[in-house]
């Protein structure tokens, strides 16, 4: 993966301010591959007390986002298709690793899992890009 590329993304990842409301945490970043990470806290869960859906969908996008915009190319989400399998346990640590399953010039699939910290499987999810032809915007402010 181009460094430049990688600083920059980690920089932006870092300023979101989804991501900072959330918690959500870049652990590792490769071409094609990001592993994020949040603790799921009691202001996630939903009216019976488990974690919210949207939660566990805010931390497989963001994973998501940013393997697919790790080749530098802009690229946008045209679905992303979620299996949940169980809720976490109050105050667990989540992680998402998305993972690049195929790229053309257009388009790109990836696998994206999450799991809590005892290595259980709480959602599942195949997603695809459309990958824009223009660099990443950020890339151009910063002179990457």
Do not use: W
Request: proline share 3%; aromatic share 8%.
């Amino acid at each position: 993966m181009d460094e430049k590329i990688r600083e920059a993304i980690i920089r932006q990842v870092g300023k979101e301010p989804f991501a900072r409301k959330f918690g959500l945490k870049l652990i590792d970043l490769q071409a094609g591959y990001a592993k994020v990470g949040m603790v799921f806290t009691e202001d996630m869960e939903n009216i019976f007390g488990m974690a919210h859906g949207g939660a566990i969908f805010a931390l497989i996008d963001e994973s998501f986002e940013i393997a697919s915009n790790s080749h530098g190319t802009m690229a946008v989400a045209l679905n992303m298709n979620i299996n949940y399998m169980a809720s976490p346990v109050k105050g667990s640590f989540l992680t998402a690793e998305a993972k690049e399953q195929n790229r053309t010039k257009k388009t790109a699939t990836y696998d994206i899992r999450v799991t809590d910290d005892q290595k259980n499987l709480i959602a599942a999810c195949q997603a695809l890009v459309y990958r824009k032809d223009k660099p990443l915007p950020f890339l151009e402010k910063e002179g990457a």
